[in-house]
């Protein structure tokens, strides 16, 4: 703790020296008298009074707080406590005896309860009847959403639905004639915009930071198909799911994420276009999930010596690496090594466009795709597939929100299907009666009562012929184990 102290003491001390004498109270700073020491500072003021003011040189937001901030909500979130381990008291055990190593990997096999987690966020309200837009990880898990407004009225809130691939979800709560925002285009934006952000960075309801667009189209490490808004506007833990407006006061983006390797901001701030956010959003209404074209290919980014490569004029395009055994692209004719140069008539610029536009294409409709093979271009047309969702997050869907099982698993990668051994499952997130049984992420689902799973499908139909407890063989390191899992009451 201290050198954080002293770097606050070293900040302070810097604005004290910045504006000249004065002294700090209560966290305020109140300026003293003017004196000899600082005349000449207003002599040099008088003299450039014809200088243009520092206030006509920099933006005035205060016009788009007022108008938008009141749309603007708190959200907290009420989560199921994962279960933490708690070790058995087997006294001492023989390191030589057989079942050493799994009360070693296994020290959890007695969870206990604890407390709820509690999490903050924010949202701003699209309709004056109460819908509400947020991300989706700020009400991952919930058990409770609770909505606050600025005048201090609080909501119990309804999970209309949420989409974890777009980092969107939609909210609602039982009240009429609320203030809105006004939704604009993140199309229109260009790099260099003044950008603002509203929301509640630790739970500081309310706050306005702002910065400028840093860039457009941004692909992650996380491999989602969103082409994220980067700003360098000051983003931290508790705005996820606020507002970012431009100028005009409409809102532009979502802000989901920031890069950081404190865990606060550091000049990285990232947000879901708005015009996507929409798209999910009417999409989370009407239908209750989310519908995705997909193509079947993994992609690339073209650069010079790709281009040179596949004689290519300007590195543009998505090249394609891999071919689905299958997929709706194979089955088309597509190879790997061709460059898709245009979806649909729209010229592709870089690999990070190409996800958004397939995605945005109704399963099952076909799309004409420009491609250029050995140096010659041509047209392919393709009937495009869906995009399936490997994770799962429950076996069946209960009233609220959890899985009759808990847990949200996909299927082994090759390199961890070698180091495994054998077909399973990954747990990602475990909830719910896995979690109190112990299961924790990084386990692999191998069986259920005996049956080898290899798939979500399949496992999700072993837990629903299931009755009213399971038993699923778990690898942990280099250990395996049955885990008997309480599943509550049969499901007719």
């Known amino acids: 703790m201290k050198p954080r102290l002293v770097v606050r003491s070293l900040i302070a001390t810097a604005v004290i020296a910045a504006v000249g004498a004065g002294a700090f109270s209560a966290g305020h700073w109140f300026p003293r008298e003017a004196s000899a020491a600082t005349a000449p500072v207003a002599l040099a003021s008088a003299t450039n009074a014809n200088a243009p003011s520092a206030s006509a040189l920099l933006p005035d937001f205060t016009s ?96 209309i639905g949420s989409d974890k691939p777009s980092d969107v ?41 702002a910065g400028i667009v840093s860039a457009k189209s941004r692909s992650l490490p996380d491999g989602t198909y969103v082409p994220f808004i980067q700003t360098d506007v000051a983003v931290n833990p508790g705005n996820s799911g606020g507002p970012l407006f431009n100028m005009k006061g409409e809102v532009i983006g979502i802000n989901s994420q920031i890069y950081t390797r404190s865990g606060g901001y550091q000049g990285l701030s990232f947000a879901v276009p708005i015009d996507l956010a929409v798209k999910v959003k009417d999409q989370l209404q009407k239908f209750g999930k989310v519908s995705r074209g997909r193509l079947g290919v993994t992609i690339q980014e073209v650069n010079q010596q790709l281009a040179d490569s596949f004689g290519l004029k300007q590195p543009t395009g998505a090249l394609v690496a891999s071919v689905e055994d299958g997929g709706p692209a194979a089955k088309a004719g597509i190879k790997a090594g061709d460059v898709i140069l245009k979806f649909n008539g729209q010229a592709v610029a870089s690999s990070s466009e190409l996800p958004e536009r397939v995605a945005d294409v109704k399963p099952g409709s076909k799309a004409t795709l420009e491609i250029s093979r050995n140096g010659a271009t041509k047209e392919i047309e393709v009937k495009v597939g869906e995009l399936k969702d490997d994770k799962v997050a429950s076996a069946d ?56 799973v290899q798939s979500v499908a399949q496992l999700r139909a072993l837990v629903a012929k299931s009755g009213k407890t399971l038993a699923l063989l778990i690898q942990r390191d280099d250990g395996k184990i049955f885990i008997p899992v309480d599943l509550g009451k049969d499901q007719g």
């Open 64 to 159: 788009i707080v007022q108008q938008n901030g009141p749309a603007v909500v708190n959200i907290s979130v009420t989560q199921k406590s994962k279960a933490e381990p708690q070790v058995q008291q087997f006294g001492k055990v023989d390191p030589n005896n057989p079942f050493f190593q799994f009360f070693g990997q296994f020290p959890g096999m007695v969870p206990h309860n604890s407390a709820p987690e509690h999490a903050l966020g924010s949202g701003f309200i699209v309709s004056p009847d109460g819908v509400i837009l947020t991300n989706a990880h700020v009400i991952d898990d919930a058990t409770e959403v609770t909505v606050k407004l600025t005048d201090r009225r609080e909501f119990r809130a309804k999970v």
């Open 397 to 452: 869907t209960s009233s609220e929100g959890h899985g009759r099982l808990g847990l949200a698993v996909r299927p082994l990668n090759p390199d961890e299907r070698q180091q495994v051994g054998e077909k399973g499952l990954v747990v990602e997130q475990a909830s719910g009666p896995a979690a109190l049984a112990g299961i924790q992420p990084g386990d692999v689902v191998l069986a259920v009562n005996g049956t080898p």
């Open 169 to 209: 979800a939609v909210l609602k709560i039982n009240a009429t004639g609320l203030p809105t925002v006004k939704l604009g285009s993140s199309l229109t934006e260009k790099v260099g915009e003044w950008v603002l952000a509203i929301g509640s960075p630790f739970g500081f309801e309310n706050s306005v930071t």
